[in-house]
């Protein structure tokens, strides 16, 4: 069995000032609670909240945000998190924020290969890429002429690396600085699952944050 995120920041030596961790499910609550107990010293600066991320994340970020920093980890399942969410994060200027995006469990599982996309499908991928300008982006009509004189189209899908590296450009458009090679998580067949960003909350701490971010990224990450 391997620590989860909660645990492994818990374990994290220095400490955090404070620890908030946001879940849905009532059953997963109750076992973050009982990290209080596991972790007696941290109890106290231990918070759950139980509620939708993007609710409870944008709550938290309309606070004054000018005499603190934080550090934040986005884990969803699939393709919950808005990119409203994103953009509260950035706007706080004090947050960094280490994000797994669902490139292949989701993104590329709803861009269909003849470009057809059913209108709940678009409405998931605004809400989650902040846009609609993404078809655009992720297809293109190629013209073949034939033996009648005639041109034949036919649509190409992006590759999922296209999809990631529009994804990274979306979050520099926000956020102070971005980490340029995002690291892709495969699954044992060597499919992209997620992509795992960082981003930079403030700019004076952009640099030395980069720099410990791309050695993770590139080295640190196994």
Not at 4 to 13: F, H, M, P, Q
Not at 133 to 150: A, I, K, M, Q
Not at 163 to 171: K, Q, T, V
């Amino acid at each position: 069995m391997l620590d989860g995120s909660a645990r492994i920041a818990l374990k994290t030596d220095p400490r955090f000032d404070r620890y908030v961790f946001i879940e849905r499910s009532a059953v997963r609550c109750a076992e973050l609670e009982a990290l209080k107990t596991e972790f007696p010293a941290l109890a106290s600066d231990i918070k759950i909240r139980q509620g939708n991320a993007n609710t409870e994340i944008q709550e938290l970020c309309r606070k004054d945000w000018s005499a603190h920093r934080a550090v934040l980890f986005l884990d969803p399942y699939g393709m919950q998190v808005e990119w409203k969410t994103i953009e509260a994060i950035a706007a706080t200027k004090a947050i960094d924020m280490w994000l797994l995006f669902p490139l292949g469990i989701g993104v590329n599982r709803l861009l269909t290969r003849s470009g057809e996309i059913p209108e709940s499908w678009r409405r998931r991928l605004n809400l989650l890429l902040g846009t609609e300008n993404w078809y655009d982006e992720f297809y293109r009509v190629e013209s073949t002429p034939t033996l009648f004189g005639t041109a034949e189209d036919r649509v190409v899908k992006a590759t999922t690396e296209t999809m990631g590296r529009y994804f990274n450009e979306r979050l520099k458009s926000v956020f102070a600085a971005v980490a340029d090679e995002p690291k892709v998580l495969r699954n044992s067949a060597n499919c992209p699952l997620y992509l795992l960003c960082f981003a930079v909350g403030n700019d004076k701490g952009a640099p030395i944050a980069l720099r410990i971010a791309n050695h993770l990224l590139t080295k640190g990450l196994q």
